[in-house]
């Protein structure tokens, strides 16, 4: 009879046990797949939005700040999930982008990567450096440093190899990140243009008119500033080049305007062009001493390519393209025809 109680005793404390670690494990899988879920799980966004990661900021205070911005749920199964996977202290600072679809994983792998939000910047051809610097302290992710510092301590800063800071950047359209500095902006376009005109200078046309790649450089914004047309840019440095060659002056109404500065109301009149200044070609034998704007590739190319041909003077035909002319005479009929067509 004893022996009978004991073994349903047993029985029954086995079978209680087992019914307990089914339930535990059935709960345990029920947590599993609710985890699983919820890290598979697009985040709540229904339009990219960019957060600020700040240096110093836990996971935690991260998530918290999501949940309450409407974006996360459950922040806490997010951070213990991140801890178990030892990647809860590998969130990067910065901005970043969030997009509709992504999933808490996603998420934590997004804040992982330091794939921050990259911030557009144009330079554009034919600037001078003063404007290029002032769209570029314009933009409110870029933290200036050099408003106040005078072109000589620009100079130094780029460290560059020419004697003045006009004509020292490549026009393009470049990429940071907020705060990156208006000085490591300004290196990086000096230093393309260093490349550009590096390359190019490599496979110029033989017996140019130049000492140095700066007075190519020179020509280069001279001809960015006559024509913006591409296919004839080859053509003006043909006219500019052989004038040198020919010692005749380059009579360039682009310079003009630099040497006038903010004196230039949009008119060019007969006192301006006879005001003689370092950059007025009418004026001064060969080139002025320093480029007038930032070229582009095109433009350093032609200058260092230029086509071959007898013309020595070219008028604007009104539509962004020029008339050429071999004699003083032809030039000055197509200036008439044109001036005429122009005004009507």
């Given at each position: 009879m004893l022996n009978t109680a004991v073994s349903f005793v047993?029985?029954?404390w086995v079978r209680t046990l087992l019914i307990l670690l089914m339930s535990v494990a059935l709960g345990g899988a029920l947590v599993f797949y609710s985890v699983k879920q919820y890290l598979e799980t697009p985040i709540f966004l229904n339009e990219p939005r960019v957060v600020a990661i700040e240096p110093g900021s836990s996971l935690t205070q991260i998530t918290r700040r999501l949940e309450n911005d409407g974006i996360l749920n459950w922040p806490r199964v997010l951070v213990l999930w991140a801890r178990w996977q030892g990647i809860d202290r590998l969130v990067r600072t910065g901005e970043y982008e969030l997009t509709p679809g992504l999933t808490p994983v996603s998420l934590m792998s997004l804040l992982m990567s330091g794939r921050n939000v990259q911030y557009p910047v144009t330079?554009?051809?034919?600037?001078?450096?003063?404007q290029s610097l002032e769209?570029?302290?314009?933009?409110?992710?870029?933290?200036?440093?050099?408003?106040?510092?005078?072109?000589e301590e620009i100079m130094a800063i780029l460290q560059s190899p020419f004697p003045a800071l006009e004509g020292n950047l490549f026009p393009d359209t470049y990429f940071f990140t907020r705060n990156t500095t208006d000085e490591a902006i300004l290196k990086r376009a000096h230093s393309r243009l260093?490349?550009?005109l590096e390359a190019e200078w490599q496979v110029r046309e033989p017996e140019l008119p130049y000492d140095s790649?700066?007075?190519a450089l020179i020509m280069a914004s001279i001809i960015e500033k006559e024509s913006g047309y591409q296919a004839e840019k080859a053509d003006i440095a043909g006219v500019f080049v052989r004038r040198l060659q020919q010692g005749m002056r380059l009579q360039s109404d682009p310079t003009i305007i630099y040497g006038m500065g903010s004196a230039y109301s949009g008119v060019i009149r007969r006192s301006d062009i006879d005001t003689t200044t370092p950059w007025n070609t009418y004026r001064i034998d060969g080139l002025p001493p320093t480029p007038i704007a930032i070229s582009g590739r095109?433009?350093?190319?032609?200058?260092?390519?230029?086509?071959p041909g007898t013309a020595l003077y070219f008028v604007s035909r009104g539509d962004g393209s020029h008339q050429f002319s071999d004699t003083l005479q032809e030039h000055n009929a197509?200036?008439?025809?044109?001036?005429?067509?122009?005004?009507?």
């Open positions: 047993r029985k029954y330079l554009v051809e034919g600037w001078t450096v003063r769209h570029l302290w314009a933009q409110e992710s870029v933290l200036v440093t050099l408003s106040d510092k005078t072109d260093l490349e550009v790649p700066w007075q095109d433009s350093i190319r032609a200058s260092l390519n230029p086509n197509a200036v008439r025809r044109y001036l005429r067509n122009n005004n009507e």
